[in-house]
């Protein structure tokens, strides 16, 4: 099992709304990682960290913002949420490089 | 644009069967893995092969890798209902980012 664990699982808010997507991990990686995946489709690379203090955009342009203070914490926020944001946002971290990357169970977002 | 491209998009056999999905993809790897997804959930690691590495076996699951053709495959024997899920190849390159293919939906029928 791995012990990587987001909240909220599951969440409905307004346009306009600011909304925090927080992803904790036990395992003392450095490496962690934000995902946005639609329903049965692909997993795109939005946000990924290195280390205490590193953030970085992924692959895939994003209007999300990241923060990582503290090494098992890797938030994920946007500041006014849209439709457009409607996703499952996966957070991942990883140990040794190159090796398992582990996912926690996701965190469904609807923006009405 | 991602790395992998998967091959089935959809694969729907019967339980007892093999599935094999295929992945392709464009750069220079340090190692492909395999994951598996069920519906609306987070991604499990199945197996990792090593670039210099040409099979290797889990279980029920074999998976081959070609580093000059730029492909690898994943084998599942004996399916079972249970294995029904979405099936990912992820590439990792010198920069230690995951990039995940577009996946292979299996569906196993009992």
């Known amino acids: 099992e791995a012990d990587i664990y987001q909240t909220p699982r599951y969440l409905v808010i307004g346009t306009g709304k600011k909304i925090t997507l927080e992803c904790s991990q036990t395992?003392?990686?450095?490496?962690m990682y934000w995902y946005q995946q639609d329903p049965g489709m692909e997993l795109h690379l939005i946000h990924y960290s290195y280390g205490v203090n590193s953030t970085e955009k992924g692959d895939l342009s994003s209007e999300s913002t990241v923060s990582r203070i503290r090494t098992e914490h890797f938030p994920l926020t946007l500041e006014s949420a849209r439709p457009s944001h409607t996703s499952q946002y996966l957070c991942a971290s990883s140990g040794l490089s190159g090796n398992t990357i582990y996912f926690g169970e996701g965190s469904w977002l609807t923006v009405v | 644009s991602q790395q992998g491209e998967e091959d089935p998009q959809a694969l729907s056999i019967q339980e007892g069967e093999n599935a094999t999905m295929n992945c392709s993809y464009k750069?220079?790897?340090?190692?492909l893995q395999w994951y598996r997804q069920n519906s609306g959930r987070g991604l499990v690691h199945l197996i990792l092969i090593r670039s210099n590495e040409r099979e290797k076996h889990s279980g029920r699951l074999r998976v081959t890798l070609d580093t000059s053709k730029k492909s690898s495959s994943l084998l599942i024997t004996a399916s079972r209902a249970a294995d029904t899920a979405s099936y990912f190849c992820a590439t990792v390159s010198g920069t230690y980012k995951y990039i995940f293919g577009t996946g292979t939906r299996l569906k196993v029928l009992a």
């Open positions: 750069t220079s790897i340090n190692n």
């Open positions: 395992m003392g990686h450095d490496k």
